[in-house]
Every structure is written in structure tokens, then in C-alpha cells.
């Protein structure tokens, strides 16, 4: 037995993604973010569809089909078809925001 809440490193230099569950069809990682984002200019276009929920902490997403920044809070969820282009604006500062996102083909 694992726990999502634990085996983060003190000091995140960088944001750590894990992949917890993988098949042939689909993957589930944990994320953890402690006051990242996504490159300037960046825009995630990925392959999958995913369906992404905030545990702990707060992020801000920007997609590129529409205007605004979406805010995600713990227990927050939204489903993120493939190809639509989208990035991590913000994530909380002042403590680590874990996501668990799962990513996944089309039926």
C-alpha cells in the first residue's frame, strides 16, 4: 500500500510527476507542485485525453480555446480532451499542490 501524501522531497526544484498505474490504455500520475508553471510560450498538446482532480493546494489553468484562467481548489476536477491546448498558469507558493491526473485513448 502507497499513499499520495507521502515520499515528496522537502525542496522541489523542479515539479515531480509519478507514474503510479500504467496499461496499455491509459496512465494515472501524481503531481506534485510547489509554485510552478508551465514555460513561458508553453502549450501542452497531448496525444490522450485527461481527466485531472487537485488533492491538496491550488492551481490555475489557461486553455487555449478560451479566455481566463480556470482555478482549481482540492476536490476540483475537470476532463481535458486531447489536443486541446492548455497550460498550468499557477500553482500554489506557499505549499505543494498534488494533482492526480489521468490520461487515456479514446474508446
Not at 506534485?32 to 496525444?47: A, I, K, N, T
Not at 476536490?75 to 498534488?98: A, F, M, S
Amino acid at each position: 500500500m502507497k499513499n499520495v501524501f507521502t515520499d515528496i522531497p522537502d525542496n522541489l526544484k523542479d515539479e515531480q510527476v509519478q507514474t503510479l498505474l500504467q496499461t496499455d490504455d491509459f496512465h494515472v500520475e501524481r503531481i506534485v507542485s510547489h509554485g510552478h508553471c508551465s514555460p513561458e510560450g508553453f502549450w501542452y498538446d497531448q496525444e490522450e485525453n485527461e481527466w485531472v482532480i487537485v488533492l491538496k493546494g491550488s492551481a490555475g489553468l489557461r486553455f487555449g480555446d478560451q479566455d481566463g484562467i480556470f482555478v482549481l481548489n482540492p476536490g476540483d476536477y475537470l476532463h481535458i480532451d486531447r489536443h486541446r491546448k492548455h497550460r498550468v498558469e499557477w500553482t500554489d507558493p506557499g505549499q505543494n499542490t498534488i494533482w492526480l491526473a489521468v490520461h487515456y485513448k479514446d474508446p
